[in-house]
């Protein structure tokens, strides 16, 4: 698999991540803790899994109306909307727990959004957080339907209005991904990622095809059976469950990246970028919204991006308190260290830059 290398620009790069790592070591160290969640993880875990799927049975066991149905189906997609932030995420990252077998199963929580475990790792864990905001190397930024980088090619001129339209788009990140896991899945065995993780194509596209498969007769099939709901009514609830999580999801995982300031590096003709990685990931990254704790409890710490991609195997419960040390030790060595104040001005900011984005053609 072709590679991008970073390369610090001075030693001072060098010695920013060498005392950062050393600062966040020591902070474990003093405290006597583990990097990986502890209880409190877990007890997200067993709320927003029982969120979900108590909406769920509720639908399948008690005789309601439609539109009752409907608010629960707006539910159901609060409760994936956080497993997918607050315990898949960690879990694929392998810092739910310090177990393995539970970072497996937690993982696998992706599922219910009708995913797979091996894509996410490849698209989200090694193109994205090894490259954030590199055009054509970010799997997180790679999107036909909205222009997300500068150096993207120019494309229809309803981009220029995707600062309206973009985040209604985000409602289709789930079914959208849903259905473009099998095509994913054939270009990252082209490109040799499956290999980097010991999976067979033909063994992961079999799992693939099973598991969607089982979560369409669950939630397409069953419902018809076993319900007085009619199609378009089983059509409707899934498509709401869906947009619900995809537009919490999609806003709260752009609002770290693609707002103002970031930059936008691009390797050099040696397939090089001239910056030390940690270095990278605070020019292409932004924290937003800290001191909102219920917020953060709910997005699993996404609003601290910049600690998350500098240390993607630490729990997410652990980033308040490394925040500090990050935010000084980036001062110390004069590097950068972005944070919107809270969740409405990075919104604004993405909503900015996506407008900016969507006429960078007409600039040429």
Known sequence: MNTIKFV??????????????????????????????????????????????????????VHMPAWMALILMIIMGIG????????????????????????????????????????????????????????????????????????????????????????FLYGFMTIMRFFSDLKDLKQYGKMGALDLYNVKYKTALRSLVVTKLIYLIVFLVLPFLFTDFIWWQILLGFIVFHATASVIMGTVFQMAHIVEDMEEPLPNEDGVIQNQHFVHQLVTTSNFGKRNGLFSWYIGGLNYQVEHHLFPHICHIHYPKLAPIVAQTAADFNQPYHCQKNAYTALRSHLRT???LGRIGEAR
């Open 8 to 61: 610090a620009q001075n030693q001072n790069q060098t010695d920013f991540a060498n005392a950062l790592s050393k600062s966040v070591r020591n902070y474990f160290k003093a405290n006597g803790i583990s990097s990986s969640g502890d209880y409190r993880i877990i007890l997200k875990a067993v709320l927003m899994l029982g969120l979900y799927l108590s909406a769920l049975i509720l639908v399948f066991t």
């Open 80 to 167: 994936e909307a956080g497993i997918g932030m607050s315990v898949m995420h960690d879990a694929a990252h392998g810092s739910f727990s310090k177990h393995s077998w539970l970072n497996v199963l937690m993982s696998n929580s992706l599922l219910l959004l009708g995913s797979n475990v091996i894509n996410w790792k490849i698209q989200h864990n090694l193109l994205h957080h090894t490259y954030p905001n590199v055009h054509e190397w970010d799997g997180d930024i790679g999107t036909k339907s909205l222009r997300l980088s500068s150096h993207s090619h120019e494309g229809p001129k309803i981009f220029r209005y995707q600062h309206l339209f973009g985040p």
């Open 354 to 356: 996506l407008k900016r």
